[in-house]
């Protein structure tokens, strides 16, 4: 079980997603709208899982599916608006879009192996 009261630091962060720290901290600025960290005692950014979640998504939009951040930021936006919008008993829309591409991932790699197969 996800313990949503946990709260993670930067370096946290960058090793579970495979990021630089930097770029965390500038996707953390780009993105102000959808990530909000509480400030630590000492001064540092503690992340939520949530915030961990948009970090993938915007991985996810930027890496793999091409998206510039502005065009990420539209997306996210969208995912917000229609999360917002559904039944708080159905699956979140964003979970739902990490999940279809994790899925096209896999198609991917399935289609490649076939063809090594094949070959």
Known sequence: MINTDKRYRIGDVARSLELKVHVVRYWETEFKNFIHPQKSSGGHNLYST??????????????????????????????????????????????????????????????????????
Do not use: C, M, W
């Open 50 to 119: 949530k915030d961990i979640d948009i970090f993938t998504s915007i991985k996810k939009l930027l890496h793999s599916e091409g998206y510039n951040i502005t065009g990420a930021k539209k997306k996210l936006k969208e995912l917000q608006t229609v999360a917002n919008d559904s039944n708080s008993k159905t699956v979140p829309r964003e979970l739902l879009f990490i999940i279809r591409e994790e899925l096209n991932d896999i198609r991917k790699d399935l289609k490649k192996l076939n063809n090594d197969i094949i070959k």
